[in-house]
């Protein structure tokens, strides 16, 4: 049975055609692999950028978010989804729940922050310490519990370290109580 073929010369433009649409599609997939592997920096450098409150630019005519933390106090959902720390550094009652609220029991005991970072004995990057603080981030609510209490210590009992905000360390505070 007889197949048309077309001309040489137009079979070589479609070869050609499809070595450079191949040669696109590599380049691609190696952009897309570098982009999934830049991913936990990514995360690392919006977290930071989230912590240091540039996110958004602040309107002149709103409060700064210390003030607003200082005029209203610690908000009380911002206590810490967390159970206490016993002193050979587990936690009581088993590993931590995620909940899209903290429970009651766990919302009259408050884990701070600093304490966690305290017990690390070094400073840690702020996904680390998210983590070890148990919140989940793939809950809003415990992202926005976990800035909230970040939030309530910075500068008073937690500090920022590194010039690089991006890839920024917590460390407690030596003088705060």
Known sequence: MPFPLPPIEEQETIVQAAHLRLDVLRAQTVAVRMSIERLPEMERELLAAAVAG???????????????????GEPVEAASPLRPMESDGKREGGPVKHKSKPSPKVGKTKVQLSELLRDAGRPLALPELFALAGFNRDEPEQVELFYLALRSELDRTIKQTGADAENAFLEVITNAT
Do not use: T
């Open 54 to 72: 540039e996110l958004l630019p602040q309107d002149p005519e709103d409060e700064s978010a210390a003030q607003l933390l200082d005029r209203l």
